[in-house]
Every structure is written in structure tokens, then in C-alpha cells.
């Protein structure tokens, strides 16, 4: 019994020291005032990495941008806040641009490369922007999305556009792509 209790003795010993916090390499300060803890919370720096730039949008055949059309409903009395270039387009788009009324109904105009591919890609655009309140149009190349905008914060009441809004943003977007 006795040697079991030298060895846990040892074990315990040999445990202590190799747990101990006090580093024998280190000096002690000169000052010879302890290091206190700090209060403050640990700050951690996050490095946003690089957006990588490997979209490069193709030209517009024709010369007509997704920025025109805003610039072109302008003109044809649509009230408008500034637009804004979408820096990673989606649905693959070549090119996009995102603005809003005043009453917060958006917009996201899509440039395609062809026709086929924007024809593809409609279904799938109208079925998701349905979902936010709104539906999709298109015309050539081009597809416009709009979404509905919240009217109260904590409400599910949502500004959405009206069938004659709707109809009007079609024939204006036909008669941009036909110019």
C-alpha cells in the first residue's frame, strides 16, 4: 500500500510541474510590477479577401447597357433614385444595375450576352422575384426584376407594382430594345 502511495505521490508531483504556468526561460520584467489582465476585449482583424475580378462583362453588341434603361425610364416619367452597378452580376448576366422608388420598390436590370440565354434564364428570375412580391420582364437581351418593398418595419405589408405599372415597364422596355 505504501508504494502505491509514493507512486501516486510522484504522479501528482511530476503532473504539477508540468502544468506549471511559471515559464523558466522568460526574464521578469524590470520594473518588477506583475502583468496584469487585461479588460478590454481581444480585437480580431479580419482581412476581407480580394474580390476576385474574373467576371469582365462583354460588350453590348447592339451599344445599349443595363444603365441606359434606367436612364431611358427616366425619361419616360418613371420616379427614380440613383442606380447603382451591381459589382458581381447575378443569374450570370454579363452586366447589372439596381435602383429604387421612393416607395422602395426595386429593380435589378439584367444584361444578357444573347437572347437564348436570356430566355433561359427568365423562368427562373420571374419564379424568384414572384416570391419577393414582384415577377420579371423581358425584352431581347435584357431582363428587368423588380421586387416589392416593405411599407412598416416588423409588418407584412409590402408596396408592390400594379398590373398597368407592370404593362407600362414592358412596353417601355420594348421600346428601348427597339431603337
Known sequence: MKRYFVFFFALVVLFSLGC??????????????????????????????????????????DGKTALEIFKYLKTKGWQ?????????????????????RPDKVGFLVMRYDSLDIAQAKFRQIDGIYRNKFGRAVTAKNFIVAVFGGQIRINSPDFKQLSEEE??????????????
Open 20 to 61: 506549471s504556468t511559471k515559464n523558466t526561460n522568460n526574464p521578469t520584467p524590470n520594473n518588477g510590477t506583475p502583468k496584469q489582465a487585461s479588460n478590454s476585449p481581444i480585437k480580431l482583424e479580419i482581412n476581407p479577401s480580394d474580390v476576385p475580378k474574373e467576371h469582365i462583362p462583354k460588350p453590348a453588341l
Open 80 to 100: 427614380l433614385n440613383e442606380a447603382t452597378a451591381v459589382d458581381i452580376p447575378p443569374f450570370e448576366s454579363e452586366e447589372a444595375v439596381g435602383f429604387n
Open 166 to 179: 407592370y404593362i407600362k415597364l414592358q412596353e417601355h422596355l420594348v421600346e428601348f430594345c427597339n431603337l
